[in-house]
């Protein structure tokens, strides 16, 4: 294995992954509060700020944002690294706020938004250097005959 590469980039990978998740479910709980305000456990004057449609909008536009960054993380993009921790801490605020309308759920996003910060703060840097340095790797190595170091090194 070189050296340059550790194995947190697969954390990294993960929190790619985790973005487009929490996005999907924060999309589907978005169109929850637009269409069916009686899923969630406390009437509309329970919340803490806004109404069921407003917070249905902000959780349709976050899932969205989470989806494409989440995206943009796999594909070692290093604009989603950063994207990916601002739009996560968005989103982890976003829940707090809206806990008592949806305790359990609210709870867990808030921890994989803390996990995904955690992974691309500390570790997101190994993912776009590995994905810069896979873009400079040979193409067609047996034409080459260059070795599996050569063909890492690029």
């Not at 959780?59 to 950063?82: K, N, Y």
């Not at 992974?119 to 896979?134: N, R």
């Amino acid at each position: 294995m070189d050296e340059r590469y550790s194995g947190w980039t697969g954390l990294a990978g993960f929190a790619g992954i985790l973005l487009l998740m929490v996005g999907v479910f924060g999309f589907i709980m978005g169109l929850a509060a637009l269409f069916n305000n009686s899923y969630f456990v406390v009437a509309e004057s329970g919340l803490l700020v806004f109404n069921y449609t407003t917070w249905g909008w902000i959780h349709v536009g976050l899932g969205l944002l989470l989806m494409a960054t989440g995206i943009g993380v796999m594909a070692g993009e290093s604009w989603a690294l950063v994207v990916g921790i601002i739009i996560a801490s968005f989103n982890a605020v976003a829940q707090l706020a809206f806990l008592s309308a949806n305790p359990g759920w609210s709870t867990i996003v808030i921890a994989l938004d803390i996990l995904v910060i955690y992974a691309l703060a500390t570790h997101g840097g190994y993912l776009a250097e590995e994905t810069t340095q896979t873009a400079r790797t040979t193409t067609t190595p047996q034409d080459t005959g260059a070795t599996d170091r050569q063909r890492r090194v690029g």
